[in-house]
């Protein structure tokens, strides 16, 4: 079997880890030969923002580097879907797999459907219900051209649903085994919806020790365990209204009344804070972007949490410290249904979070099934 991959922001990078840790460990297993390709778009392309998590993680360094680096959505879109097409026209893989919802994703996925390569959607189905996010587009236009949709949740499958998916593998229930899947055959392959739990809980079980014992960032800027708070701000329906930084700036500033707040800041984010570097109050440190050890171990040891971000609101809810979301809506609903999160304009000054031991986004074992599944649907043996 010859997969494919597309990533090209920070986020990406991070849910590509535990595949790629599946996808080897999975080689061993197998008689047949498994070839992973992967292609990098360079959306994100500073040290901070890319290569760190090759470098620390031990992710499948790329095959391709398309160096499409910044611009407006058309530019860096259409340079991706052309890029890639080539890549694809020539590697005709058996699967092109996209995660979650930047325009490397969409680009990606558009780049396939063209010439009739399946999809294969990691992070499929979630929704905001909020067009004007470009995240929002990205992963409506991925999912309704995928072959294979996982799901991170019964939430997303839902949402899948209700867009007229029909092909719901185990009733939109977590999938432990893999019997139910069929290969893919050309003619009559429904798009399947898979509930295959959260690859970045795998991602989280898999690092939090090394995490502990590698990172510095504690001594490095001299902070007490569950003394400080942390804040990430770099979604565009924030950073590019001045309105709206302004807000947040206020909000982060009211929260914080006295406490440390680190700042890990986004490059967007940089620009867009210039004005208001005087605005904060003495207590936020901003920093430059950190690699995935010393942020969550970081994230792990603060008291509280106050991002835009989708992955620290998942990550918060893991590591169990309360976040608020500054956002107006999420497509993390289990996380505010447990009481860990909060949207910014219902904080009232507490959380009040439930210990219940919900399994909300699967076993743990999220990229393996994964794996197990693209194995089950595209490899040659089962044709
Ligand atoms: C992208 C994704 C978003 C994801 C985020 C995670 C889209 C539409 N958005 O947003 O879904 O949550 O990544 O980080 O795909 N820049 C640098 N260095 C870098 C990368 C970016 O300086 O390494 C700056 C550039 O000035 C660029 C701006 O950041 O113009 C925005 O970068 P872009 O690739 O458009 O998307 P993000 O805002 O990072």
Redesign the pocket.
């Known amino acids: 079997m010859k997969i494919a991959h597309v990533v090209g922001?920070?986020?990406q990078f991070v849910k590509f880890t535990p595949i790629s840790w599946a996808i080897n460990k999975f080689k061993h297993t197998i008689s047949s030969p498994l070839e992973s390709v992967l292609i990098h778009t360079g959306?994100?392309?500073?040290y901070a923002?890319?290569d760190i998590f090759f470098r620390e993680l031990g992710i499948q360094e790329p095959d391709y580097h398309l160096g499409v680096g910044?611009g407006p959505?058309g530019m860096?879109t259409g340079l991706i879907l052309q890029r890639v097409e080539e890549i694809l026209s020539r590697l005709r893989p058996d699967v092109l797999v996209v995660y979650g919802?930047?325009?490397?994703t969409l680009g990606g996925a558009l780049a396939a459907v063209k010439l009739h390569i399946p999809i294969a959607h990691v992070e499929a189905g979630l929704r905001s219900f909020n067009k004007r996010m470009?995240?929002e587009v990205?992963r409506i236009l991925a999912d309704h051209i995928s072959t294979v949709l996982f799901c991170p949740t019964e939430a997303a499958v839902e949402n899948l649903r209700r867009e007229g998916f029909s092909g719901v593998i185990n009733n939109g229930k977590y999938i432990i085994h893999t019997q139910e899947l069929v290969p893919y055959h050309r003619q009559v392959s429904p798009p399947w919806v898979i509930n295959a739990g959260d690859v970045m809980y795998t991602l989280i079980l898999g690092i939090l020790e090394t995490a502990k014992e590698r990172s510095t960032i504690l001594k490095d800027y001299r902070l007490e365990e569950k003394k400080y708070y942390v804040a990430t701000l770099?979604r565009?329906e924030n950073t590019d209204d001045e309105d709206r930084m302004k807000t947040m700036v206020a909000f982060i500033n009211q929260v914080a009344a006295g406490t440390p707040v680190i700042f890990p800041v986004?490059?967007?984010t940089r620009k867009a804070l210039e004005p208001f570097r005087s605005s904060f109050a003495a207590p936020v440190k901003m920093i430059d972007p950190l690699g995935y050890f010393d942020m969550v171990w970081l994230l792990s040891n603060s008291a509280l949490i106050l991002t835009d971000?989708g992955g620290l609101q998942k990550e918060a809810y893991w590591l169990k410290v309360p976040c608020i979301t500054l956002r107006e809506e999420t497509e993390w609903v289990e996380t505010i249904k447990s009481g860990w999160n909060i949207l910014y304009r219902n904080y009232t000054g507490a959380h009040r979070p439930s210990n219940a031991d919900e399994h909300f986004y699967g076993d743990g074992k999220n990229a393996e099934r994964i794996v197990d599944a693209l194995n089950v649907i595209f490899s040659e043996e089962h044709r």
């Open positions: 922001a920070r986020p959306q994100h392309y500073d923002m890319s910044s959505h860096q919802d930047t325009n490397s470009p995240e990205n770099h565009a986004h490059p967007r971000s």
